[in-house]
C-alpha cells in the first residue's frame, strides 16, 4: 500500500496571500496524483488532476505540481472561500487508492 | 449537470446491518466506475470500496472486506453499499463517487451519515 504524507498539518495564511501545501508519497506514483478541496457539509471537490491538471471550473489560483513521490499544491492569491481542508489521493497502485491526512488552510 | 445523492444513513448498534444507496444523475451511469469514500469524526478520508462500470469488478478497503459488499443497478442508475456486522469504528460520513477510468474522482455526492452506536 502506498502510504500518503501530508505536510503541514494546518497552514495560516493571511487572504491575498500564497498557500504551499506538500505531499509524499512512500513510492513513486508516475502521474496519477491528485487533489481535493474538503469544506464542512459539502461534498470533496476535485482540484487537480493528473499532478497538475486543473478540473473543470477550478480557478487558475490552484496549481499542482511534482512528480516521482513529491508533489505540491499551490493556492497563490488565498481567497475566503479557499479556507478548508486538503487532501492529495495516488491512483497510480490501486487497490487500495490512498489519501494523504489533508492539510487544514486557516485564516491567519 | 451531474448530481449525486446518497441515502440511507442513521444509527444502529453494533453488529447491526444497513443498505446505503446512492441516486446519480446527469451521465451515462453505466460508463463509469463508481466508488464510496467515508471521513469519520475528525479524521481524513478513506476509500472504502469500488465497482468497476459492468460490475464484475469490485475491490475494497481491509478495514471492511467481508463486512461490505458492493454493487450497482444501472437500470435505476444506482450505487449501493450493503454494510455488515458494522462496528463503531464504522462510523463517519460515507460519500459515492464517480470515478474517471479506476483513478480519481471527479464528482461527489454530499453524503450520508452513518452511526454504530449502543
Known amino acids: 500500500e502506498i502510504v500518503m504524507t501530508q505536510s503541514p498539518g494546518t497552514l495560516s495564511v493571511s487572504p491575498g496571500e500564497r498557500a504551499t501545501l506538500s505531499c509524499r508519497a512512500s513510492?513513486?506514483?508516475?502521474?496519477?496524483l491528485a487533489w481535493y478541496q474538503r469544506k464542512p457539509g459539502q461534498a470533496p471537490r476535485l482540484l487537480i488532476y493528473?499532478?497538475?491538471t486543473r478540473a473543470t471550473g477550478i480557478p487558475a489560483r490552484f496549481s499542482g505540481s511534482g512528480s516521482g513521490t513529491e508533489f505540491t499544491l499551490t493556492i497563490s492569491s488565498l481567497q475566503s472561500e479557499d479556507f478548508a481542508v486538503y487532501y492529495c489521493q495516488q491512483y497510480n497502485n490501486w487497490p487500495p487508492w490512498t489519501f494523504g491526512q489533508g492539510t487544514k488552510v486557516e485564516i491567519k | 449537470q451531474v448530481q449525486l445523492v446518497e441515502s440511507g444513513g442513521g444509527l444502529v448498534k453494533p453488529g447491526g446491518s444497513l443498505r446505503l444507496s446512492c441516486a446519480a444523475s446527469g451521465f451515462t451511469f453505466s460508463d463509469y466506475y463508481m466508488s464510496w469514500v467515508r471521513q469519520a469524526p475528525g479524521k481524513g478520508l478513506e476509500w472504502v470500496s469500488y465497482?468497476?462500470?459492468?460490475?464484475?469488478?469490485?475491490h475494497y478497503a481491509d478495514s471492511v472486506k467481508g463486512r461490505f459488499t458492493i454493487s450497482r443497478d444501472s437500470a435505476k442508475n444506482s450505487l449501493h453499499l450493503q454494510m455488515n456486522s458494522l462496528r463503531a469504528d464504522d462510523t463517519a460520513v460515507y460519500f459515492c463517487?464517480?470515478?474517471?477510468?479506476?483513478?480519481?474522482?471527479?464528482?461527489w455526492g454530499q453524503g450520508t451519515l452513518v452511526t454504530v452506536s449502543s
Open positions: 493528473d499532478v497538475s
Open positions: 465497482i468497476s462500470s459492468s460490475g464484475s469488478t469490485t
Open positions: 513510492q513513486r506514483v508516475s502521474g496519477n
Open positions: 463517487a464517480r470515478d474517471h477510468n479506476a483513478g480519481y474522482s471527479d464528482y
